[in-house]
């Protein structure tokens, strides 16, 4: 049973770029959640969806978006990038009220 | 605010010696917490969570923690430390104020990183 996929594992952009990362939630979750973990920080809560809709969101600039396929993957979205974007971008999914399952994450470099 | 915090940015312990991680936290009504665990370059790994019931919560690798009410914490501990312990381990509160199923949006401490020598 595969876990949380993310993808790119790694990937390097420039200030004003965009960027789109992947998340394919465990078999049988149906909730995911984005965070982001700057260097020596915990992870912060950005956005969750369940049900294609963003259900709650974190502190974060409209220039972090989101999405939910109907096989419950999803897709976070970062416009007009900045140098403090960079981070490692975690995935999480969850079903009916139960723990978080984490993803190996995105590492992402703004130069 | 809700917060948590981990007052320790890292744990020396040796290998048999018990260890014990601190997490207090702040929030609003009855909390939600939970401690995971990250190896480098994985992700996080749940570890162990209190939700309601018994102070002492036991979890995955012989982790348990002690919630205490009175002294807002929820420190986790191991009675012999494994040099395989070492990690980074996050303390972590259920965002109970715009929270809308329970286990998500979570708020992170910023982490305490346990060495294990041999």
């Known amino acids: 049973d595969a876990g949380v996929t993310q993808s790119p594992t790694h990937l390097i952009k420039t200030r004003g770029q965009q960027v789109t990362l992947r998340c394919s939630p465990k078999?049988?979750?149906?909730?995911v959640s984005w965070y982001q973990q700057a260097l020596g920080q915990g992870p912060q809560f950005i956005f969750q969806?369940?049900?294609?809709?963003?259900?709650q969101r974190g502190n974060f600039p409209d220039r972090f978006s989101g999405h939910q396929f109907p096989n419950y993957s999803s897709e976070l979205n970062v416009n007009a990038l900045l140098l403090g974007d960079s981070a490692l971008y975690l995935c999480a999914s969850s079903f009916d009220r139960g723990e978080l399952f984490f993803g190996e994450g995105s590492r992402l470099t703004v130069l | 605010a809700q917060s948590v915090a981990q007052p320790e940015d890292q744990v020396n312990v040796a290998e048999g010696n018990p260890l014990t991680v601190k997490c207090t936290y702040s929030v609003s009504g009855n909390p939600y917490l939970f401690w995971y665990v990250q190896y480098p370059n994985r992700g996080l790994q749940f570890l162990l969570k209190y939700i309601t019931g018994d102070n002492l919560v036991k979890g995955s690798y012989g982790f348990e923690a002690e919630f205490n009410k009175s002294q807002t914490s929820f420190h986790l501990k191991k009675p012999s430390a494994l040099v395989s312990d070492s990690a980074l381990y996050f303390c972590?509160?259920?965002?109970?104020?715009?929270?809308?199923?329970?286990?998500?949006?979570?708020?992170f401490g910023k982490g305490t990183t346990l060495s294990v020598s041999s």
């Open positions: 972590a509160v259920r965002d109970m104020v715009s929270s809308w199923q329970a286990g998500t949006a979570l708020i």
């Open positions: 969806y369940y049900e294609e809709e963003e259900r």
């Open positions: 078999s049988g979750h149906d909730t």
